[in-house]
């Protein structure tokens, strides 16, 4: 329950960052980005890469991924 609450809000800080970008809004898109980014970072931390396996490893990958493509799209709109 608590990663798809993750989920959930990872989804509406990247839909406000969006906007933000729309409308030139550089302290929210900022704002939600770092939280988006943080929330990244926590599902991520929170891989058992132990016993996770394969879906483990792809989850990490896909995490690291989010994380560059936001990193992008906040310093190039």
Same mark, same amino acid.
């Given at each position: 329950? !608590?990663?798809?609450? $993750?989920?959930? &809000?990872? +989804? #509406?800080?990247?839909?406000? %960052? #969006? /906007? %933000? @970008?729309?409308? *030139?809004?550089?302290?929210?898109? +900022?704002?939600?980005? =770092? #939280?988006? $980014?943080? @929330? @990244? &970072?926590?599902?991520?931390? +929170?891989?058992?890469?132990?016993?996770? =396996?394969? !879906?483990?490893?792809?989850? *990490? *990958?896909?995490? *690291?991924? $989010?994380? /560059?493509? !936001? &990193? #992008? =799209?906040?310093?190039?709109?």
């Amino acid at each position: 329950e !608590i990663v798809a609450r $993750l989920y959930q &809000t990872l +989804g #509406r800080c990247l839909l406000v %960052a #969006r /906007q %933000a @970008i729309v409308n *030139s809004d550089v302290k929210v898109q +900022g704002e939600e980005s =770092g #939280r988006a $980014l943080a @929330i @990244i &970072t926590e599902l991520q931390a +929170g891989l058992n890469m132990d016993e996770g =396996g394969e !879906i483990a490893e792809n989850l *990490s *990958s896909l995490y *690291s991924y $989010l994380v /560059q493509e !936001i &990193t #992008r =799209g906040n310093v190039g709109n």
